[in-house]
């Protein structure tokens, strides 16, 4: 056999070997993943119960579920503490089931474009009143929160008695609050900016949300006396009552007002006299009239 021949057969059978053992690394099994971490369930954020369109989120409406690798898509929000904090006030663009999986695409969070119009539901308005302490609960009041709006006169010089001086009246009922100060969400503001001289900043305005009617009615409101917020309680059995109540006055408040009152109403009767009495004298006779 020639040396030419020799070389042939060699590279021949090095040829049917290179095949042999690709064959066999094809049809070999694949090695394990070496990252344990890729092939443990991820835990994203869930609906905690159903949660409507135009909700905005509180913790108590987020949970955490895992969900396999196989499982999990893009839009899910997973991640720690820091996520969750993230959603919270976040105002939902479309239902979610009990343990649903929240979908970035499904939510807008605050300072995000079109947050405010989404919030506000179906030919509702916000409208935003000038508040202080007292009038906005001590500064606890947070977008979502439901509310009771109070108006309360002085009548002043109108005549009116001590008793009726001074009235309060509900006006609206069950308004849900969509913003306090400009922000749509506490969660925005750190702990520290919230703090100024060791106390907690109050709000100057709240942003609540109304109907027409009622964004009229509460901007003339504005201009009859002071505006105060109620807090509601988060679940009501009253909450779609709007039943009209009685006005409150002064004296509903202080029966020593209605004595007072009463008081200074005796001691004028008191003091007014009767009619002039007229003697009139006929002759030796006289004749009072």
């Keep these: 056999m020639s040396f030419r021949n020799i070389l042939m057969a060699v590279g021949v059978v090095a040829l049917i070997s290179g095949l042999l053992l690709s064959g066999i690394a094809v049809m070999r099994p694949a090695a394990p993943s070496s990252d344990p971490a890729a092939d443990r369930p991820r835990a994203v954020l869930v609906a905690a119960h159903p ?3 135009g909700v905005l989120l509180r913790a108590d409406d987020i949970g955490w579920a895992e969900v396999p690798p196989s499982g999990f898509e893009k839009e899910y929000i997973e991640g720690g503490e820091a996520a969750e904090l993230n959603y919270i006030g976040a105002v939902t663009t479309r239902r979610f089931s009990e343990g649903e999986p929240l979908l ?16 506000l539901t179906p030919g509702m308005r916000a409208v935003t009143v000038t508040v202080n302490a007292l009038q906005s609960a001590a500064g606890m009041l ?7 709006v109070i108006l309360t006169q002085r009548f002043g010089e109108s005549g009116a008695g001590l008793a009726r001086k001074v009235s309060g009246e509900t006006i609206l009922h069950n308004v849900r609050v969509i913003a306090v100060d400009q922000r749509l969400n506490m969660e925005e503001e750190s702990s520290s900016s919230r703090q100024s001289a060791g106390r907690e900043k109050l709000p100057n305005t709240i942003t609540v949300e109304v109907s027409q009617q009622d964004a009229e009615k509460l901007l003339v409101a504005t201009e009859l006396g002071n505006l105060g917020l109620a807090l509601r309680p988060f679940v009501s059995a009253d909450a779609a009552s709007a039943q009209a109540r009685e006005t409150v006055w002064a004296a509903d408040v202080s029966p020593a007002l209605s004595t007072l009152e009463g008081s200074k109403g005796g001691a004028a009767g008191s003091n007014q006299q009767g009619p002039a009495r007229v003697q009139v004298m006929h002759g030796g006779t006289t004749e009072n009239q």
Excluded: H, Q, T, Y
């Excluded at 939510?107 to 119009?117: M, N, Q, S, T």
């Design 51 to 53: 949660v409507e369109a």
């Design 104 to 119: 970035a695409s499904g939510l807008i969070r605050p300072k995000e474009r079109d947050f405010l119009a989404a919030v």
């Design 142 to 148: 947070l977008p979502g929160d439901r509310v009771d």
